[in-house]
């Protein structure tokens, strides 16, 4: 049956009597992606089977029917409501490229629609506009369209290829708010306009401005945005030590000699503290040379980080000097065990001196030893030459307590630790 067919179909083809429901589709798409090809039949078909094929429909160029209505490469749909047979070709290659043909079986001839498949590399542009910013910054991209498409969908995404673009759009015209993005639309002057704020380096890359052609390939350009490091007139790094003073340099452009400088805190400009406030910073200009003085007294652990010193209060870029300051913590320990050490050497050799004497003293004792008649004549005298002094200190003792018998008791004489010491070796010696 087939075979009929096709003998009949390139007989047709080539006499011109093909009969076609419509003119030639002309489709479109790109390497490495998807098309879909759709065919409107009339009424009265809608049970009828259709199917799709290429070049001359032989029996091999039969690509889908509505019996098949899936493959790896093919996949078909018949909205009978709409009376339109869609076939979505996907993975596409140069190859894909050429004529097909949508068919409606029937008995006798069939009915066939030709379809042109056009297929563009997925890529662009050869032109691309530059377009540099700094973090912090907003920054329009502008894209330029013929008058013929003013009431045509325009987009924006990012990124380089063609045939995904619109469905990863970050806005569309009909879409013009998207977090940090904005579009906007001048008809007038043909342009439409993608504002991005906040910038980052993230934001960095390739964009692709498109207008929707619907069967046709869209339109595009390419624009690539580089976003910078906010920075400076030159990035400067400063240390200093903890309860010390430190100063360091900030310079700027000759033309801001007569603009207010100014000191702050912060990783980021957009959280940058002012800190002159502080008794502890000053900051200084002599007028004449194309830097101020930044004065820290008394820097503390606390004080290391990020800082700021700038004279444009605008935040131009590359009017700015970014510090990175690195405070160290006083090493107390070191001061303070060395004298320590040394007390307690002092202490050590004092010990070993006095008892070096004491056992010198017992020694020269040990060596001579007192007389036999030496220490009776000491005791015999001792004890009866004191005699007279005990008897009468008793009796005064006695007369005071008769004489005051609610007085206070009498005083006893404190005696230090080292004359008990001296007599305790003193009696050792006569008990020898």
């Known amino acids: 049956m087939w075979r009929l067919q096709n003998l009949l179909f390139t007989l047709c083809v080539a006499l011109g009597c093909v009969i076609s429901a419509r003119g030639v589709i002309l489709v479109t798409g790109y390497v490495g992606g998807k098309v879909n090809v759709s065919c409107a039949y009339g009424h009265g078909y809608e049970s009828y089977e259709k199917y799709l094929c290429k070049d001359v429909c032989g029996d091999n160029d039969v690509l889908i029917t509505t019996s098949q209505l899936k493959n790896l490469k093919y996949s078909a749909c018949d909205d009978k409501k709409a009376r339109t047979f869609t076939v979505t070709i996907s993975d596409l290659t140069s190859e894909d490229a050429g004529k097909y043909w949508c068919g409606v079986t029937r008995t006798g001839q069939d009915i066939y629609t030709e379809v042109k498949l056009k297929l563009a590399p997925d890529s662009c542009c050869d032109t691309v506009t530059k377009i540099q910013s700094y973090e912090g910054y907003s920054e329009d991209i502008i894209c330029s369209y013929e008058p013929r498409y003013q009431n045509y969908l325009k987009y924006i995404c990012r990124g380089n290829r063609s045939s995904t ?3 990863q759009a970050l ?18 002057s043909g342009k439409f306009t993608m504002t991005i704020t906040s910038l980052t380096q993230s934001d960095s890359g390739t964009y692709l401005c498109g ?5 046709v390939l869209d339109v595009f350009s390419a624009v690539e945005l580089n976003v910078k ?8 790094t400063a240390s200093g030590t903890a309860g010390y003073p430190l100063t360091f340099q900030c310079p700027y452009p000759s033309q801001h000699h007569d603009n207010s400088k100014f000191l702050c805190k912060g990783d980021h400009r957009n959280n940058c503290t002012n800190v002159t406030n502080q008794s502890r910073f000053t900051v200084q200009d002599d007028g ?4 101020f003085l930044v004065m820290i007294t008394e820097l503390e652990t606390a004080d290391a980080g990020t800082y700021w010193c700038g004279s444009d209060s605008q935040w131009r870029v590359e009017n700015y000097t970014k510090v990175e300051l690195s405070v160290e913590a006083v090493h107390y320990a070191v001061y303070t065990v060395v004298p320590v050490v040394l007390l307690i050497c002092v202490l050590v050799i004092i010990y070993k001196y006095k008892c070096h004497n004491v056992r010198e003293t017992e020694a020269v004792m040990n060596r001579n030893p007192p007389k036999a008649e030496d220490v009776i004549d000491a005791e015999e005298g001792g004890i009866y030459g004191n005699q007279e002094f005990v008897v009468t200190f008793k009796q005064q003792s006695a007369l005071n307590h008769l004489d005051d018998p609610g007085g206070d008791e009498p005083d006893y004489k404190n005696f230090t630790t080292e004359e008990f010491y001296c007599n305790e070796n003193y009696h050792k010696a006569n008990k020898r």
Do not use: A
């Open 165 to 167: 673009c619109l469905e």
């Open 171 to 188: 806005i569309t015209s009909d879409n013009k708010q998207n977090g940090r993005i904005k579009f906007n639309d001048d008809k007038g």
């Open 211 to 215: 207008v929707q052609k619907n069967s």
């Open 229 to 236: 490091e906010w920075c400076c007139v030159n990035p400067n």
């Open 288 to 291: 004449f040379s194309h830097f």
